[in-house]
């Protein structure tokens, strides 16, 4: 008789360890094919998964068979008008014995093997041996989360906690603990009169007397309390503070006459990133936009990005905002705070010295890291340049580099913020 | 009508999936079909990607390249580009069938018909799979397998058991005893059997014999005798017995392999006629079904869609042509010894005198019992099956100028066609016939293999690469020489000489 078995809640991720073997196995691909997708991407999406191609050849397995060339005859189906004899021509660059039923076997192996990866392996192989520097310094703060836990039992409560059991428990065994000597001595008592009762009349004093003790008794058993406050048992829950981290990132981008429209494509890349990482980071992360020309605003997104402006540069003007918003609203022990900066490099002269003091002096004490990124293609190297050197010869959490272009910001990227060798 | 429909509609629920089980079951017997007990499983579509990916092992242990084929399937099946198959069928003792749970009640009749009555009484029956196969522990030595794997990455790291594993399957092909019967084993004794040959070679390990001295005369011995005395076409077995460097864990590990690349031997030479019997009995028996009123006329209307599905062939010169459809030719093959056997012509009298208006029943069964697919259809590829599928041959010499039609489906052509077509399912001559030739003892060890060259066909440019798989087993230098057709050998695969 046959048997038929129901096996859909088995597990169906039983090829689970050989997806994985394979990934780890072409790592290496996988990371190619993860750069490129990230070059290409627009912001948005960022963050989904990838399908990946990878030359059939890199990941065949080799078994002998028999190549080309030699004689073959072949049978195939679905004759129209060929009649035995015929000669026909070779099929014009189809490699010798094309349409022989191997070759269709094999021609599969022409097209790269493609799949897609998850979401998650996607975004693994993107991070992966990146870290924020200084990631020790996070704050448990937020708005306080905890989580409830169970942590046995007390003797003090709230009656919606009381433990049955537990209570119940404790009673019975504070009720045997008490009235055990009495019976004990009722017992004897009982026997006693008992044997007195053989030989003695009903109301011999002695046996009155007795009679007493036995009640009197008898009302002290009935005395220990059924159940007792003291019995009482509370299931007790403590509160247990889930680690939960928060971030903010400042976004200051340089938006005067000079940045053209790939300064800015660049720059948003680099944000994206920045902004991708700390998500992966931090549970909470709050991100400020501060774009500036001669002067600096706080914007949305959508303004930071895509409004146009012109003018000149003064870049103290965005460092002085920015210290000003952390002091108003991103306390340092509370928050893990980042910030990058992209420019083309150009700042009005005078105003270079004053970046560096604020830099040095308000602004990266308070910081984990500041990032920036100076953008252009052969643009020479403006004056913040040298003074910015000066910074990061001063302050460990600084970091810079030259762009000159869309595909070196991953690896920029990845340089900024590489695994610190602690 | 005396009975009421079986179902009315398409939902399958697991009572039906009983009834129509049992209905199939009656008619199969009937029909004198003989299986081992079914088991049914009921899966979804990840699970039978799952399935795929194993090559239908139902237990089958980890490496990457299962992983890759299961992208693959995954990646194809989320893009439309192929449905899955409706049935993936295990030859083993009781044997297991899987349903997918998307298919249609039509689909799960059809695929308990194809599976567990059609290829189930063909793994049971075929001569090839009783004698090389064993039905009762495959699950239990897969089983086996896979935990002894899992042992071996983690006392030996995966990285390890990893190359092993790539070397091996390079030439799993190569792993086939094709003449010797394998003995039977159950796990018990196959863990009480490796355990035993490790003990051996330890036992071996004697340091007395380093203390031997050495007789100079024997140094100075003529002639090393080629050794091994008689080519080794096995060459894992080879290996596993004779590669001078391997630990036992890995020759452990080689066995397996070479174990289940047997197993999936018979699979590999019969692929036209299980199919071709499977489709031939699901063929049969719905359609048996039908005439007893057990199935609505949309039921049917549904399987004879599908059906024509699995048997569509395209001609050659088709963009979907890739090669020929093995469900077809099984198919229309086994319907022709039907209809030889009941309504013969004249030809098929000439043709096929022994069959000819014999018992059909009987006749198909001998088929299927005694043949694999090269001598099946060198027994009983009919003219009318040619015809029909309007078969023509094709001549490639890459020594001449053009291709040359060597025969079509006419009188003259129906013998070669017929030898043609049997030699392509021929695996001697599908696979280059490689053996292991000789091994330099006394010298640098290097392993010398033959190739056998036909037809002045060459090996494939993997050939290097699966010699250095092979290196990397044998420990020493391995060079493959080549026997032209005018028996002329020369070495023509040596990963070890530069390329000029």
Request: net charge negative; hydrophobic share 35%.
């Amino acid at each position: 008789m046959s048997q038929i078995i129901d096996r859909r809640l088995n597990g169906k991720n039983k090829s689970a360890v050989n997806r994985q073997k394979f990934i780890r196995r072409y790592k290496k691909h996988l990371k190619k094919a993860v750069e490129d997708a990230v070059a290409e991407r627009s912001i948005t999406d960022i963050e989904r998964g990838e399908s990946v191609n990878i030359p059939a050849r890199d990941i065949a397995e080799p078994t002998f068979g028999i190549g080309q060339g030699g004689v073959r005859d072949t049978i195939f189906p679905g004759n129209k008008e060929f009649v035995s004899g015929d000669q026909l021509e070779r099929p014009q660059g189809g490699a010798g014995g094309s349409g022989k039923g191997e070759a269709s076997d094999s021609g599969e192996g022409e097209d790269d093997f493609s799949f897609t990866l998850s979401r998650e392996e996607f975004m693994d192989l993107f991070f992966e041996d990146l870290e924020l520097p200084n990631l020790i310094k996070t704050q448990l703060a937020m708005e306080a989360k905890f989580k409830k836990i169970r942590a046995g039992y007390t003797s003090n409560g709230s009656p919606s906690n009381i433990s049955v059991i537990r209570s119940m428990r404790g009673a019975m065994a504070r009720r045997i603990a008490l009235a055990s000597p009495h019976k004990r001595k009722l017992r004897e008592l009982e026997h006693q009169l008992e044997l007195m009762l053989l030989n003695t009349s009903e109301d011999a004093p002695a046996v009155i007397t007795l009679r007493q003790d036995i009640e009197e008794l008898k009302a002290r058993i009935k005395r220990v309390p059924y159940i007792d406050t003291f019995d009482l048992r509370y299931n007790n829950h403590i509160d247990q503070p889930v680690p939960t981290t928060q971030a903010v990132m400042f976004c200051l981008m340089d938006v005067s006459g000079s940045m053209g429209e790939f300064e800015k494509e660049v720059a948003k890349r680099f944000f994206i990133m920045l902004h991708l990482f700390l998500t992966r980071a931090y549970e909470h992360i709050d991100v400020v936009f501060i774009r500036h020309h001669t002067a600096a605003k706080e914007v949305d997104e959508q303004e930071f990005f895509y409004s146009r402006e012109t003018g000149g540069t003064v870049v103290s003007s965005a460092l002085k905002l920015l210290r000003d918003i952390i002091q108003e609203r991103y306390p340092t022990n509370e928050w893990n705070i980042y910030a990058a900066q992209a420019s083309d490099g150009d700042n009005w002269t005078d105003d270079s010295p004053l970046c560096k003091r604020l830099l040095t002096e308000s602004i990266l004490p308070q910081l984990q890291h500041y990032a920036y990124i100076e953008i252009g293609e052969g643009t020479p190297i403006g004056n913040m340049w040298s003074q910015y050197e000066m910074v990061a010869s001063q302050c460990s959490n600084f970091a810079m580099q030259k762009i000159m272009n869309t595909a070196e910001i991953y690896p920029v990227f990845r340089k900024l913020f590489e695994k610190q060798s602690s | 009508m005396s009975k009421a429909f079986i179902s009315e509609n398409s939902e399958w629920t697991f009572d039906l999936l009983q009834k129509y089980d049992e209905e199939i079951s009656r008619i199969a017997t009937n029909f004198g079909l003989t299986t081992y007990p079914n088991q049914i499983e009921v899966i979804s579509a990840e699970q039978m990607m799952d399935a795929y990916s194993t090559v239908g092992m139902p237990v089958g242990y980890h490496h990457w390249s299962f992983g890759k084929q299961f992208l693959g399937v995954e990646q194809k099946y989320k893009r439309g580009h192929m449905g899955l198959a409706y049935e993936i069928v295990i030859n083993s003792n009781p044997c297991i069938a899987y349903l997918m749970e998307e298919n249609s009640m039509t689909m799960q009749a059809l695929v308990i018909a194809h599976a567990s009555y059609g290829h189930n009484s063909f793994f049971k029956n075929n001569y090839l799979f009783q004698t090389w196969t064993n039905a009762d522990s495959i699950i239990d030595y897969l089983l086996f397998a896979k935990q002894y794997i899992m042992k071996c990455e983690q006392r030996h790291g995966e990285a390890e058991v990893e190359q092993l594993l790539d070397a091996c399957h390079a030439l799993m092909n190569y792993g086939v005893d094709r003449y010797k019967r394998p003995t039977r084993d159950t796990l018990f004794n196959e863990e009480q059997h490796q355990k035993e040959r490790e003990e051996y070679l330890q036992s071996q390990v004697n340091d007395l014999w380093r203390t031997l001295p050495q007789d100079p005369e024997a140094k100075s011995a003529t002639q090393e005798p080629v050794w091994p005395p008689e080519p080794q076409e096995n060459i894992l077995y080879f290996l596993e017995k004779n590669a001078p460097l391997l630990q036992t864990w890995q020759r452990e590990i080689i066995r397996i392999v070479r174990k289940i690349a047997q197993y999936f031997y018979p699979q590999r030479q019969t692929q036209v006629m299980n199919e071709g019997w499977a489709t031939f009995w699901h063929y049969t028996l719905i359609n048996q079904l039908y005439d007893e009123g057990l199935v609505t006329d949309g039921f049917m209307m549904e399987f004879l869609q599908s059906h024509t599905g699995v048997i569509y062939q395209p001609a050659f010169n088709h963009p979907f042509y890739s090669g020929i459809n093995p469900y077809t030719l099984g198919f229309t093959m086994f319907q022709d010894i039907r209809r030889i056997c009941e309504n013969p012509t004249d030809e098929d009298r000439e043709w096929f005198p022994d069959l000819a208006g014999s018992d059909w029943l009987t006749s198909l069964d001998f088929a299927m019992r005694n043949f694999k697919d090269e001598s099946f259809i060198a027994q009983y590829l009919s003219p009318k099956v040619m015809r029909d599928m309007k078969l023509f041959g094709i001549l490639d010499d890459d020594q001449k100028e053009k291709y040359e039609v060597s025969a079509i489906h006419d009188d003259r052509g129906y013998k070669h066609i017929r030898h043609t077509l049997a030699e392509q399912y021929n695996l001697g001559s599908r696979e280059p016939n490689i053996q292991v030739y000789k091994v330099d003892r006394r010298g640098d060890r290097a392993l010398t293999l033959r190739y056998e060259q036909h037809n002045r066909r060459s090996l494939n440019t993997d050939a290097n690469e699966v010699l250095k798989h092979l290196q990397y087993l044998w420990g020493f230098d391995v060079k493959i020489e080549t026997v032209g057709d005018n028996g002329d050998t020369e070495i023509t695969h040596d990963p070890n000489k530069k390329e000029d």
